[in-house]
Protein backbone atom coordinates (compact mmCIF):
# COMPACT_ATOMS: atom_id res chain seq x y z
CA UNK A 1 0.00 0.00 0.00
CA UNK A 2 2.37 2.84 1.07
CA UNK A 3 6.42 2.44 0.89
CA UNK A 4 6.62 5.23 3.44
CA UNK A 5 5.23 5.44 7.08
CA UNK A 6 3.12 8.23 8.11
CA UNK A 7 2.60 9.26 11.31
CA UNK A 8 0.26 11.07 13.73
CA UNK A 9 0.76 13.12 17.13
CA UNK A 10 -2.05 13.35 19.37
CA UNK A 11 -1.52 15.74 22.38
CA UNK A 12 -4.13 16.86 24.71
CA UNK A 13 -5.04 20.17 26.26
CA UNK A 14 -6.91 21.62 28.92
CA UNK A 15 -7.18 18.78 31.31
CA UNK A 16 -6.10 15.55 31.58
CA UNK A 17 -8.29 12.55 31.54
CA UNK A 18 -10.12 13.43 28.46
CA UNK A 19 -9.55 9.51 26.70
CA UNK A 20 -6.61 10.12 24.34
CA UNK A 21 -5.96 6.56 24.32
CA UNK A 22 -9.76 5.73 23.24
CA UNK A 23 -9.45 8.26 20.08
CA UNK A 24 -5.85 6.98 19.14
CA UNK A 25 -7.34 3.74 19.31
CA UNK A 26 -10.32 4.42 17.72
CA UNK A 27 -8.90 6.13 14.84
CA UNK A 28 -6.03 3.19 14.75
CA UNK A 29 -9.25 0.93 14.50
CA UNK A 30 -11.18 2.69 11.69
CA UNK A 31 -7.82 3.36 9.61
CA UNK A 32 -6.91 -0.49 10.11
CA UNK A 33 -10.68 -1.64 9.17
CA UNK A 34 -9.31 0.49 5.97
CA UNK A 35 -6.42 -2.13 5.68
CA UNK A 36 -3.73 -0.01 6.74
CA UNK A 37 -1.22 -1.36 9.04
CA UNK A 38 -1.38 0.77 12.17
CA UNK A 39 0.14 1.05 15.55
CA UNK A 40 -0.01 3.35 18.52
CA UNK A 41 2.76 4.16 20.93
CA UNK A 42 2.42 6.05 23.96
CA UNK A 43 5.04 8.39 25.41
CA UNK A 44 4.72 9.11 29.04
CA UNK A 45 6.66 12.50 30.58
CA UNK A 46 7.27 11.09 34.10
CA UNK A 47 10.35 9.81 35.49
CA UNK A 48 10.02 6.32 36.04
CA UNK A 49 11.46 4.01 33.64
CA UNK A 50 8.18 2.55 33.48
CA UNK A 51 4.77 2.19 34.93
CA UNK A 52 6.12 -1.56 36.84
CA UNK A 53 6.66 0.46 39.96
CA UNK A 54 3.78 2.08 40.36
CA UNK A 55 0.98 2.00 42.85
CA UNK A 56 -2.39 1.02 41.00
CA UNK A 57 -3.62 4.57 43.47
CA UNK A 58 -1.63 6.12 41.15
CA UNK A 59 -1.45 5.14 37.44
CA UNK A 60 -4.54 2.41 37.17
CA UNK A 61 -3.42 -1.20 36.16
CA UNK A 62 -0.22 -2.13 34.61
CA UNK A 63 -0.53 -3.85 31.60
CA UNK A 64 2.24 -6.36 30.13
CA UNK A 65 3.06 -7.40 26.99
CA UNK A 66 4.24 -10.16 24.94
CA UNK A 67 7.51 -9.29 25.60
CA UNK A 68 7.73 -8.55 29.18
CA UNK A 69 7.49 -4.76 29.11
CA UNK A 70 5.35 -3.26 32.32
CA UNK A 71 3.55 -0.48 30.36
CA UNK A 72 0.89 2.40 30.44
CA UNK A 73 -2.74 0.85 30.44
CA UNK A 74 -3.59 2.45 27.43
CA UNK A 75 -1.62 -0.20 25.64
CA UNK A 76 -4.35 -2.88 26.33
CA UNK A 77 -6.63 -0.29 24.64
CA UNK A 78 -4.49 -1.01 21.31
CA UNK A 79 -4.58 -4.41 21.73
CA UNK A 80 -8.24 -4.61 22.88
CA UNK A 81 -9.33 -2.12 19.53
CA UNK A 82 -6.70 -3.73 17.11
CA UNK A 83 -6.01 -7.33 18.29
CA UNK A 84 -2.57 -6.73 17.46
CA UNK A 85 -0.28 -7.17 20.57
CA UNK A 86 2.42 -4.53 21.35
CA UNK A 87 5.89 -4.28 22.63
CA UNK A 88 8.33 -2.64 24.88
CA UNK A 89 8.81 0.10 21.87
CA UNK A 90 5.19 1.08 22.04
CA UNK A 91 5.66 2.40 25.78
CA UNK A 92 8.18 4.70 26.19
CA UNK A 93 8.90 7.31 29.65
CA UNK A 94 11.25 10.21 29.87
CA UNK A 95 12.83 7.78 32.91
CA UNK A 96 14.17 5.27 29.53
CA UNK A 97 14.89 8.21 27.47
CA UNK A 98 17.20 10.06 29.95
CA UNK A 99 18.46 6.38 30.76
CA UNK A 100 19.37 5.38 27.38
CA UNK A 101 21.05 9.03 26.29
CA UNK A 102 23.08 9.21 29.83
CA UNK A 103 24.01 5.10 29.34
CA UNK A 104 25.32 6.63 26.07
CA UNK A 105 27.26 9.44 27.36
CA UNK A 106 28.75 7.07 30.07
CA UNK A 107 29.99 4.79 27.11
CA UNK A 108 31.30 7.95 24.87
CA UNK A 109 29.34 8.37 22.81
CA UNK A 110 29.03 12.21 22.77
CA UNK A 111 33.05 12.42 23.67
CA UNK A 112 33.61 16.45 23.82
CA UNK A 113 29.88 17.32 23.85
CA UNK A 114 27.64 19.12 26.34
CA UNK A 115 24.49 16.63 26.33
CA UNK A 116 21.26 18.79 26.43
CA UNK A 117 17.58 18.64 26.43
CA UNK A 118 17.83 19.73 22.66
CA UNK A 119 19.45 18.09 20.31
CA UNK A 120 20.35 15.00 22.91
CA UNK A 121 17.18 14.06 24.44
CA UNK A 122 14.84 15.64 21.53
CA UNK A 123 16.72 12.99 19.23
CA UNK A 124 16.49 10.23 21.66
CA UNK A 125 12.32 11.07 21.49
CA UNK A 126 12.51 11.04 17.31
CA UNK A 127 14.50 7.47 17.62
CA UNK A 128 11.63 5.99 19.93
CA UNK A 129 8.93 7.44 17.59
CA UNK A 130 10.22 5.90 14.47
CA UNK A 131 11.58 2.79 15.44
CA UNK A 132 8.04 1.43 14.96
CA UNK A 133 7.81 3.13 11.52
CA UNK A 134 11.49 2.05 10.50
CA UNK A 135 10.42 -1.81 10.94
CA UNK A 136 8.64 -1.93 8.12
CA UNK A 137 5.35 -3.41 9.57
CA UNK A 138 3.52 -0.02 9.76
CA UNK A 139 1.51 2.18 7.48
CA UNK A 140 0.98 4.11 9.74
CA UNK A 141 1.98 4.76 13.61
CA UNK A 142 -0.70 7.39 15.56
CA UNK A 143 1.93 8.27 18.66
CA UNK A 144 0.37 9.80 21.83
CA UNK A 145 1.73 11.63 23.62
CA UNK A 146 0.88 11.85 27.47
CA UNK A 147 -0.06 14.66 29.95
CA UNK A 148 -1.42 18.08 29.18
CA UNK A 149 0.12 20.80 26.48
CA UNK A 150 1.95 23.27 28.93
CA UNK A 151 3.18 20.83 31.11
CA UNK A 152 6.94 21.41 32.22
CA UNK A 153 8.06 17.64 31.68
CA UNK A 154 5.19 17.88 28.35
CA UNK A 155 7.84 20.54 26.65
CA UNK A 156 10.56 17.99 24.84
CA UNK A 157 7.86 15.69 23.63
CA UNK A 158 6.33 18.57 22.23
CA UNK A 159 9.62 20.21 20.63
CA UNK A 160 10.21 16.77 18.85
CA UNK A 161 7.10 16.36 17.29
CA UNK A 162 7.78 20.24 16.11
CA UNK A 163 11.32 19.02 14.60
CA UNK A 164 9.71 15.44 13.19
CA UNK A 165 6.87 17.37 11.65
CA UNK A 166 8.97 19.45 9.90
CA UNK A 167 11.84 16.87 8.74
CA UNK A 168 9.12 14.48 7.71
CA UNK A 169 7.79 17.52 5.61
CA UNK A 170 4.01 17.44 3.98
CA UNK A 171 1.23 15.27 3.99
CA UNK A 172 3.66 12.69 6.23
CA UNK A 173 3.08 13.86 9.80
CA UNK A 174 0.00 15.41 11.63
CA UNK A 175 -1.18 16.27 15.01
CA UNK A 176 -3.98 16.23 16.49
CA UNK A 177 -5.54 18.00 19.50
CA UNK A 178 -7.55 16.62 22.01
CA UNK A 179 -9.28 19.61 23.99
CA UNK A 180 -12.75 19.75 26.10
CA UNK A 181 -15.51 22.04 25.50
CA UNK A 182 -16.90 22.54 28.98
CA UNK A 183 -20.37 23.43 29.54
CA UNK A 184 -21.58 26.20 31.94
CA UNK A 185 -25.00 25.79 33.02
CA UNK A 186 -25.23 28.93 34.53
CA UNK A 187 -24.57 30.25 31.22
CA UNK A 188 -26.47 27.60 29.66
CA UNK A 189 -23.74 27.49 26.71
CA UNK A 190 -20.46 25.49 25.72
CA UNK A 191 -17.32 27.38 25.72
CA UNK A 192 -14.72 26.97 23.49
CA UNK A 193 -12.12 29.75 25.12
CA UNK A 194 -10.14 26.74 26.68
CA UNK A 195 -9.86 25.38 23.33
CA UNK A 196 -7.83 28.44 22.26
CA UNK A 197 -5.92 28.81 24.65
CA UNK A 198 -4.60 25.07 24.68
CA UNK A 199 -4.01 25.51 20.53
CA UNK A 200 -2.64 28.61 21.41
CA UNK A 201 0.00 27.15 23.79
CA UNK A 202 0.86 24.53 21.49
CA UNK A 203 1.77 27.18 19.12
CA UNK A 204 4.07 28.48 21.59
CA UNK A 205 5.99 25.86 20.71
CA UNK A 206 5.84 25.97 17.29
CA UNK A 207 3.33 23.22 16.72
CA UNK A 208 -0.04 23.98 14.94
CA UNK A 209 -2.65 21.17 15.46
CA UNK A 210 -4.10 20.36 11.83
CA UNK A 211 -7.02 18.15 13.44
CA UNK A 212 -9.78 19.44 17.10
CA UNK A 213 -11.08 16.57 18.59
CA UNK A 214 -13.49 18.09 21.04
CA UNK A 215 -14.55 16.23 24.08
CA UNK A 216 -18.18 18.01 24.85
CA UNK A 217 -21.27 16.32 26.92
CA UNK A 218 -23.29 18.14 24.81
CA UNK A 219 -23.68 18.59 20.63
CA UNK A 220 -21.47 21.04 19.16
CA UNK A 221 -23.61 23.64 17.23
CA UNK A 222 -22.28 24.61 13.99
CA UNK A 223 -21.33 28.20 14.69
CA UNK A 224 -19.01 26.69 17.20
CA UNK A 225 -17.46 24.69 14.73
CA UNK A 226 -17.28 27.77 12.72
CA UNK A 227 -15.74 29.48 15.59
CA UNK A 228 -13.23 26.88 16.81
CA UNK A 229 -12.33 26.90 13.13
CA UNK A 230 -11.51 30.38 12.71
CA UNK A 231 -9.30 30.80 15.98
CA UNK A 232 -7.59 28.20 15.95
CA UNK A 233 -6.43 27.71 12.36
CA UNK A 234 -8.16 24.65 11.39
CA UNK A 235 -10.33 23.84 8.25
CA UNK A 236 -14.33 23.30 10.01
CA UNK A 237 -14.00 19.77 8.70
CA UNK A 238 -11.17 19.42 11.20
CA UNK A 239 -13.13 20.29 14.43
CA UNK A 240 -14.70 16.66 15.38
CA UNK A 241 -16.84 16.51 18.17
CA UNK A 242 -16.01 13.76 20.81
CA UNK A 243 -19.68 13.20 22.62
CA UNK A 244 -19.36 11.06 25.60
CA UNK A 245 -20.13 7.16 24.87
CA UNK A 246 -21.73 4.78 27.15
CA UNK A 247 -19.17 2.29 26.17
CA UNK A 248 -15.49 2.33 25.13
CA UNK A 249 -16.32 0.78 21.91
CA UNK A 250 -18.98 3.14 20.59
CA UNK A 251 -16.30 5.45 19.88
CA UNK A 252 -14.82 4.22 16.57
CA UNK A 253 -18.35 4.54 15.24
CA UNK A 254 -18.88 8.15 16.30
CA UNK A 255 -15.66 9.17 14.87
CA UNK A 256 -16.31 7.60 11.81
CA UNK A 257 -19.80 10.03 11.46
CA UNK A 258 -17.50 12.30 12.37
CA UNK A 259 -15.34 11.51 9.67
CA UNK A 260 -12.17 11.66 11.58
CA UNK A 261 -10.32 9.03 9.63
CA UNK A 262 -11.12 10.89 6.19
CA UNK A 263 -9.90 14.14 7.23
CA UNK A 264 -6.52 12.36 8.80
CA UNK A 265 -6.20 10.29 5.08
CA UNK A 266 -6.44 13.10 3.15
CA UNK A 267 -4.11 14.93 5.07
CA UNK A 268 -1.96 12.53 4.56
CA UNK A 269 -2.44 11.84 1.11
CA UNK A 270 -3.69 8.21 1.63
CA UNK A 271 -6.76 7.10 -0.04
CA UNK A 272 -9.78 6.64 1.81
CA UNK A 273 -11.78 4.17 1.91
CA UNK A 274 -15.38 2.50 3.67
CA UNK A 275 -13.51 0.84 6.77
CA UNK A 276 -14.95 -2.71 7.32
CA UNK A 277 -16.25 -2.93 10.55
CA UNK A 278 -18.31 -5.99 10.16
CA UNK A 279 -17.04 -7.66 12.66
CA UNK A 280 -16.73 -4.99 15.52
CA UNK A 281 -20.33 -4.16 14.79
CA UNK A 282 -21.71 -7.80 15.37
CA UNK A 283 -19.61 -7.65 18.74
CA UNK A 284 -21.43 -4.19 19.98
CA UNK A 285 -24.53 -6.05 18.77
CA UNK A 286 -24.39 -8.69 21.04
CA UNK A 287 -22.77 -6.42 23.76
CA UNK A 288 -25.92 -4.27 23.90
CA UNK A 289 -28.11 -7.12 23.29
CA UNK A 290 -27.68 -9.55 25.90
CA UNK A 291 -30.08 -12.56 26.43
CA UNK A 292 -29.50 -12.91 29.98
CA UNK A 293 -27.57 -11.63 33.00
CA UNK A 294 -24.86 -12.78 35.56
CA UNK A 295 -23.58 -10.95 38.72
CA UNK A 296 -20.13 -11.88 38.98
CA UNK A 297 -17.40 -10.57 42.52
CA UNK A 298 -14.83 -9.25 41.96
CA UNK A 299 -12.61 -9.67 45.18
CA UNK A 300 -9.93 -7.18 45.56
CA UNK A 301 -8.27 -4.31 47.40
CA UNK A 302 -8.28 -1.58 44.91
CA UNK A 303 -11.84 -1.84 44.12
CA UNK A 304 -12.78 1.78 44.22
CA UNK A 305 -10.64 2.64 41.40
CA UNK A 306 -11.81 1.62 37.97
CA UNK A 307 -8.88 1.77 36.46
CA UNK A 308 -6.83 -0.70 39.17
CA UNK A 309 -8.68 -3.70 37.78
CA UNK A 310 -8.87 -2.55 33.68
CA UNK A 311 -8.44 -5.41 31.80
CA UNK A 312 -10.03 -7.76 34.02
CA UNK A 313 -13.38 -5.80 33.67
CA UNK A 314 -12.89 -5.33 29.82
CA UNK A 315 -12.34 -9.34 29.21
CA UNK A 316 -15.87 -9.55 31.28
CA UNK A 317 -17.42 -7.24 28.58
CA UNK A 318 -15.75 -9.18 25.61
CA UNK A 319 -16.62 -12.69 27.13
CA UNK A 320 -20.14 -11.39 27.80
CA UNK A 321 -20.68 -10.23 24.22
CA UNK A 322 -19.26 -13.77 23.05
CA UNK A 323 -22.25 -15.51 25.47
CA UNK A 324 -24.48 -13.15 24.65
CA UNK A 325 -25.19 -12.41 28.45
CA UNK A 326 -24.70 -8.92 30.36
CA UNK A 327 -21.88 -10.05 33.13
CA UNK A 328 -22.39 -7.22 36.11
CA UNK A 329 -19.77 -7.11 37.88
CA UNK A 330 -19.79 -6.45 41.67
CA UNK A 331 -16.62 -5.29 43.93
CA UNK A 332 -16.02 -6.95 47.02
CA UNK A 333 -13.52 -5.08 48.97
CA UNK A 334 -11.29 -8.07 50.19
CA UNK A 335 -9.87 -6.02 53.47
CA UNK A 336 -13.76 -6.29 54.27
CA UNK A 337 -14.40 -9.35 53.91
CA UNK A 338 -14.26 -12.48 56.56
CA UNK A 339 -15.38 -15.97 57.31
CA UNK A 340 -18.14 -14.76 59.04
CA UNK A 341 -19.89 -12.39 56.87
CA UNK A 342 -18.61 -14.23 53.65
CA UNK A 343 -21.96 -15.88 53.12
CA UNK A 344 -23.82 -12.13 53.25
CA UNK A 345 -21.36 -11.06 50.92
CA UNK A 346 -20.98 -13.67 48.17
CA UNK A 347 -23.86 -16.09 48.41
CA UNK A 348 -26.29 -14.20 45.59
CA UNK A 349 -23.11 -14.56 42.94
CA UNK A 350 -22.90 -16.45 39.83
CA UNK A 351 -18.73 -16.40 40.34
CA UNK A 352 -16.18 -14.80 42.01
CA UNK A 353 -12.69 -14.33 40.49
CA UNK A 354 -9.99 -13.29 42.96
CA UNK A 355 -7.91 -10.29 41.44
CA UNK A 356 -3.83 -10.33 41.22
CA UNK A 357 -2.21 -7.94 43.70
CA UNK A 358 1.17 -7.66 45.68
CA UNK A 359 1.51 -7.23 49.79
CA UNK A 360 -0.31 -8.51 52.47
CA UNK A 361 -3.43 -6.20 52.99
CA UNK A 362 -6.64 -8.15 52.21
CA UNK A 363 -5.17 -11.17 51.51
CA UNK A 364 -7.08 -12.95 54.63
CA UNK A 365 -10.51 -11.82 53.01
CA UNK A 366 -9.05 -13.62 49.80
CA UNK A 367 -8.50 -16.94 51.44
CA UNK A 368 -12.17 -16.83 53.19
CA UNK A 369 -13.49 -15.77 49.90
CA UNK A 370 -12.08 -18.91 47.84
CA UNK A 371 -13.27 -20.89 51.09
CA UNK A 372 -16.55 -19.82 50.65
CA UNK A 373 -16.69 -20.38 47.17
CA UNK A 374 -14.97 -23.60 47.18
CA UNK A 375 -17.03 -24.56 49.51
CA UNK A 376 -20.32 -23.75 48.00
CA UNK A 377 -20.08 -24.78 44.45
CA UNK A 378 -19.76 -20.69 43.12
CA UNK A 379 -17.67 -21.24 39.88
CA UNK A 380 -14.05 -19.54 40.67
CA UNK A 381 -11.39 -18.11 38.88
CA UNK A 382 -8.42 -17.03 40.70
CA UNK A 383 -5.62 -14.96 38.62
CA UNK A 384 -2.13 -14.71 39.82
CA UNK A 385 -2.46 -14.06 43.14
CA UNK A 386 -5.94 -15.06 43.39
CA UNK A 387 -4.25 -18.52 42.42
CA UNK A 388 -2.17 -18.57 44.98
CA UNK A 389 -4.64 -17.92 47.74
CA UNK A 390 -6.92 -20.67 46.36
CA UNK A 391 -3.79 -22.99 46.78
CA UNK A 392 -3.32 -21.49 50.57
CA UNK A 393 -6.85 -21.81 51.44
CA UNK A 394 -6.95 -25.73 49.94
CA UNK A 395 -3.69 -25.95 51.92
CA UNK A 396 -5.34 -24.75 55.05
CA UNK A 397 -8.85 -26.13 55.30
CA UNK A 398 -8.45 -29.38 52.99
CA UNK A 399 -4.88 -30.64 53.91
CA UNK A 400 -4.79 -29.06 57.37
CA UNK A 401 -1.72 -27.24 56.89
CA UNK A 402 -2.89 -24.55 59.26
CA UNK A 403 -0.46 -21.98 59.25
CA UNK A 404 0.49 -22.65 54.92
CA UNK A 405 0.97 -19.37 53.59
CA UNK A 406 3.08 -17.89 50.63
CA UNK A 407 6.55 -16.62 51.72
CA UNK A 408 5.63 -12.71 50.95
CA UNK A 409 3.12 -12.42 53.38
CA UNK A 410 4.83 -14.56 55.63
CA UNK A 411 8.48 -15.44 55.38
CA UNK A 412 8.40 -17.67 58.75
CA UNK A 413 5.64 -20.17 57.78
CA UNK A 414 6.13 -23.65 58.24
CA UNK A 415 4.34 -24.39 55.05
CA UNK A 416 5.51 -22.19 52.70
CA UNK A 417 3.03 -23.50 49.73
CA UNK A 418 4.16 -20.58 47.47
CA UNK A 419 7.50 -19.67 47.69
CA UNK A 420 9.73 -17.16 46.11
CA UNK A 421 11.16 -18.51 42.38
CA UNK A 422 14.34 -20.07 42.19
CA UNK A 423 15.48 -17.42 39.72
CA UNK A 424 14.18 -14.59 42.01
CA UNK A 425 16.06 -15.77 44.80
CA UNK A 426 19.58 -12.88 44.45
CA UNK A 427 17.26 -10.31 43.34
CA UNK A 428 17.16 -7.00 44.86
CA UNK A 429 16.05 -4.58 42.46
CA UNK A 430 12.16 -4.15 42.12
CA UNK A 431 12.24 -2.95 39.05
CA UNK A 432 11.41 -5.08 35.69
CA UNK A 433 12.55 -7.97 37.76
CA UNK A 434 9.96 -9.97 37.97
CA UNK A 435 8.72 -12.82 35.67
CA UNK A 436 7.26 -11.26 33.07
CA UNK A 437 5.88 -11.20 29.83
CA UNK A 438 4.61 -14.72 27.96
CA UNK A 439 5.55 -17.93 28.34
CA UNK A 440 4.81 -21.60 27.60
CA UNK A 441 2.29 -23.60 29.19
CA UNK A 442 1.48 -27.22 28.59
CA UNK A 443 -2.03 -28.32 29.38
CA UNK A 444 -2.81 -31.67 30.77
CA UNK A 445 -5.13 -33.64 28.96
CA UNK A 446 -8.77 -34.12 30.25
CA UNK A 447 -8.82 -30.49 32.53
CA UNK A 448 -11.30 -27.89 32.70
CA UNK A 449 -8.61 -25.71 30.89
CA UNK A 450 -7.95 -28.55 28.05
CA UNK A 451 -11.33 -28.25 26.77
CA UNK A 452 -11.10 -23.94 27.24
CA UNK A 453 -8.04 -23.90 25.40
CA UNK A 454 -8.26 -26.84 22.89
CA UNK A 455 -4.35 -26.48 22.61
CA UNK A 456 -1.71 -28.26 24.00
CA UNK A 457 0.26 -25.95 24.26
CA UNK A 458 -0.63 -22.31 25.26
CA UNK A 459 1.11 -18.89 25.80
CA UNK A 460 0.41 -16.20 28.52
CA UNK A 461 1.61 -13.61 29.96
CA UNK A 462 2.83 -13.11 33.39
CA UNK A 463 3.73 -11.07 36.18
CA UNK A 464 4.73 -12.25 39.59
CA UNK A 465 8.00 -12.92 41.73
CA UNK A 466 6.08 -16.36 43.66
CA UNK A 467 4.58 -19.41 42.52
CA UNK A 468 3.19 -22.73 43.61
CA UNK A 469 6.15 -24.85 45.50
CA UNK A 470 6.14 -28.03 43.64
CA UNK A 471 7.06 -30.22 47.26
CA UNK A 472 3.86 -29.38 48.16
CA UNK A 473 2.05 -31.02 44.41
CA UNK A 474 1.62 -34.64 45.82
CA UNK A 475 -0.11 -33.82 48.40
CA UNK A 476 -2.01 -31.80 47.19
CA UNK A 477 -3.05 -33.42 43.93
CA UNK A 478 -3.84 -36.46 45.97
CA UNK A 479 -6.39 -34.28 48.28
CA UNK A 480 -8.33 -33.02 44.58
CA UNK A 481 -6.71 -30.18 43.74
CA UNK A 482 -4.99 -30.50 40.60
CA UNK A 483 -2.07 -28.76 38.39
CA UNK A 484 -3.12 -29.00 35.02
CA UNK A 485 -0.74 -26.61 33.53
CA UNK A 486 2.87 -26.69 33.42
CA UNK A 487 5.95 -25.01 32.31
CA UNK A 488 7.24 -27.23 29.62
CA UNK A 489 11.11 -26.43 30.37
CA UNK A 490 11.03 -25.48 34.32
CA UNK A 491 7.52 -27.83 35.47
CA UNK A 492 6.52 -24.66 37.29
CA UNK A 493 2.70 -24.80 37.81
CA UNK A 494 0.81 -22.32 35.95
CA UNK A 495 -2.57 -23.50 36.45
CA UNK A 496 -4.76 -25.13 39.17
CA UNK A 497 -7.82 -26.96 39.38
CA UNK A 498 -10.24 -28.65 41.64
CA UNK A 499 -12.02 -31.79 40.21
CA UNK A 500 -14.85 -32.12 42.83
CA UNK A 501 -16.44 -28.41 42.37
CA UNK A 502 -18.50 -27.13 38.94
CA UNK A 503 -16.30 -24.66 37.90
CA UNK A 504 -12.50 -23.63 39.90
CA UNK A 505 -9.98 -22.48 37.99
CA UNK A 506 -6.68 -20.67 39.42
CA UNK A 507 -4.00 -19.37 37.03
CA UNK A 508 -0.39 -17.89 37.68
CA UNK A 509 -0.65 -15.89 34.55
CA UNK A 510 -2.55 -12.86 33.37
CA UNK A 511 -5.39 -14.36 30.73
CA UNK A 512 -6.92 -10.56 31.03
CA UNK A 513 -4.15 -9.23 28.82
CA UNK A 514 -4.64 -10.84 25.89
CA UNK A 515 -8.55 -10.39 25.73
CA UNK A 516 -9.67 -8.73 22.92
CA UNK A 517 -12.86 -7.70 21.08
CA UNK A 518 -11.89 -9.69 17.90
CA UNK A 519 -10.69 -12.48 20.00
CA UNK A 520 -12.50 -12.49 23.89
CA UNK A 521 -10.42 -14.74 26.28
CA UNK A 522 -11.35 -18.69 26.24
CA UNK A 523 -11.11 -18.31 29.78
CA UNK A 524 -13.16 -15.54 30.57
CA UNK A 525 -15.49 -16.94 28.22
CA UNK A 526 -15.88 -20.64 29.55
CA UNK A 527 -16.01 -18.66 33.00
CA UNK A 528 -18.82 -16.49 32.24
CA UNK A 529 -20.58 -19.61 30.82
CA UNK A 530 -19.75 -21.64 33.97
CA UNK A 531 -21.75 -18.26 36.11
CA UNK A 532 -24.86 -18.36 33.60
CA UNK A 533 -24.90 -22.40 34.28
CA UNK A 534 -24.94 -21.66 38.16
CA UNK A 535 -27.48 -19.19 37.59
CA UNK A 536 -29.35 -21.08 35.73
CA UNK A 537 -29.70 -23.64 38.87
CA UNK A 538 -30.34 -20.83 41.44
N1 LIG B 1 2.36 -10.95 44.58
C1 LIG B 1 2.33 -12.16 43.85
C2 LIG B 1 3.68 -12.52 43.26
O1 LIG B 1 4.53 -11.68 43.10
C3 LIG B 1 1.26 -12.13 42.78
C4 LIG B 1 1.48 -11.12 41.72
C5 LIG B 1 0.27 -10.82 40.89
O2 LIG B 1 -0.86 -11.10 41.30
N2 LIG B 1 0.45 -10.23 39.73
O3 LIG B 1 3.91 -13.64 42.93
Known amino acids: ?13 VTSSLGKGIIAASLAKLLQAQGYRTTIQKLDPYINVDPGTLNPYEHGECYVTDDGAETDLDLGHYERFLNVPTSQANNVTTGRIYQSVIDKERRGEFLGKTVQVIPHITDEIKNRIQILGNSGDYDIVITEIGGTVGDIESLPYVEAVRQLKWELGENNALVIHLTLVPFLSAAGELKTKPTQHSVKTLMESGVQADVLVCRTEHELPEDLRDKLARFCNVTKESVIQSIDASTIYD ?4 MLEQGLDTIVLKKLDLESNVPNLDQWNAFLQRHKNPVSEVTIGLIGKYVELQDSYKSILEAFIHAGAENEVKVN ?3 VHSEYLNGDNAKAMLSHLDGVLVAPGFGER ?177
Open 251 to 254: VPNL
Open 362 to 538: GIEGKIDAVRYVRENNIPFLGICLGMQMAVIEFSRNVLGLEDANSTEMNPETKHPVINLMEEQKNITDKGGTMRLGAWDCEIIKDSIVDGVYNSKIIDERHRHRYEFNSAYKQQIEEKGMLATGLNPETGLVEIIEITNHPWFVGVQYHPEYKSTVANPHPLFVAFVKAAQQHNKKK
Open 329 to 331: VES
Open 1 to 13: MTTKTKYIFVTGG
